[in-house]
């Protein structure tokens, strides 16, 4: 009986998804109108309505005309205020311009253009997520259009969990204008954001030579393979002098070595081994943004995948989104 209980709010929900689903389909560009929106009256136009009709008792009981006439003009403005409401959000366009990528664990933002749709001003308009739909309720986006015939404004998700994340229904919503009755809908923007990995530190960057063909530009001094010769310095080996050039009456100079050693930075999978699959991309993640800020050039080595090292934002967006779309184990 208790699982029941607890599963009738989750029926209700999904019927009522699926209800809007075909009532109002997602689109990056809404207009809303008669069958979008819903009218009620809040808590203050509840009270309002009790004032009234005590008011009518009163008039009733003492056969005041006076009180009978503020009670019938209450009413009417009472009668008069949701087609007022109402019109504030009839027509107004909301579309989607773009979304910006996130870390799991923080916000993400999708900027939005909001526009009045005719000549009628609009005031006191809020844009926000509910908080059943993940919104916290309260962060939103405020603003009137009454001098402007439109604005662009930025809602933002706390999102938990990388990938590609479908955001739910925006709630746009009005109680203009004397908050006796609040109008709304829910909107379907068709927002999807892409949520990197949360970092999560591994040490330092694993820097370290590991021997190749030679094929990187960059070499690592001191190996065994003759470079070129070079004027000696005091404090040089004197076993690295070029002897035999000196001999022959040429100036004093110094062998340099080095090794064909391939000394750029990969940011491996298997550098990871016996962590799980969420630290692991959380580490490497980590490990990128920090080879970024400190300028060295860095690759990624997946599962499947292979990114030469570069630098740059659109390469770290690449191994950022690499990393977000790794596929999820164990379900």
Aim: charge should be positive; glycine fraction near 10%; hydrophobic fraction near 40%.
């Amino acid at each position: 009986m208790a699982s029941s209980i607890r599963s009738l709010p989750d029926r209700w929900r999904h019927l009522t998804r699926r209800w809007l689903d075909r009532r109002a389909p997602a689109a990056r560009r809404v207009t809303l109108n008669h069958g979008k929106l819903f009218v009620l009256p809040t808590r203050a136009g509840l009270t309002f309505l009790l004032v009234v009709l005590l008011l009518w008792l009163l008039g009733t009981n003492y056969e005041n005309n006076l009180v009978f006439a503020l009670a019938f003009l209450l009413i009417s403005l009472f009668a008069l205020l949701p087609v007022h409401t109402f019109a504030n959000l009839s027509r107004l366009q909301l579309q989607l311009l773009e979304t910006r990528p996130a870390f799991a664990g923080d916000y993400a933002e999708a900027q939005l253009s909001v526009g009045r749709g005719d000549g009628r001003a609009r005031e006191r308009l809020r844009v926000f997520w509910p908080q059943e739909a993940g919104g916290d309720g309260e962060q939103g986006a405020e603003l009137d259009l009454i001098e402007r015939h439109s604005a662009d404004l930025c809602v933002s998700l706390p999102v938990l969990r990388r990938g590609r994340v479908r955001a739910p229904r925006l709630r746009v919503e009005s109680r203009f204008p004397m908050g006796l009755f609040y109008c709304w809908s829910l909107v379907d923007l068709d927002i999807e954001f892409l949520v990197y990995p949360q970092p999560k530190s591994a040490g330092s960057l694993p820097i370290g030579a590991v021997t190749g063909d030679g094929e990187s530009e960059q070499r690592i001094r001191g190996g065994d393979d003759f470079d070129t010769l070079k004027p000696y310095r005091p404090g040089d080996s004197l076993r690295h002098v070029a002897w035999k050039q000196y001999a022959g009456g040429r100036d004093l100079y110094s062998k340099s070595y080095d090794s064909g050693a391939d000394a750029r930075l990969w940011l491996d999978w298997d550098l990871l081994a016996g962590r799980d699959v969420e630290t692991r991309l959380g580490n490497l993640c980590h490990w990128a943004l920090q080879a970024e800020r400190e300028q060295c050039a860095y690759g990624l080595r997946l599962p499947g995948t292979t990114i030469e090292p570069s630098l740059g934002p659109a390469h770290q967006k690449r191994v950022l989104t690499a990393l977000a779309l790794f596929p999820v184990q164990g379900g």
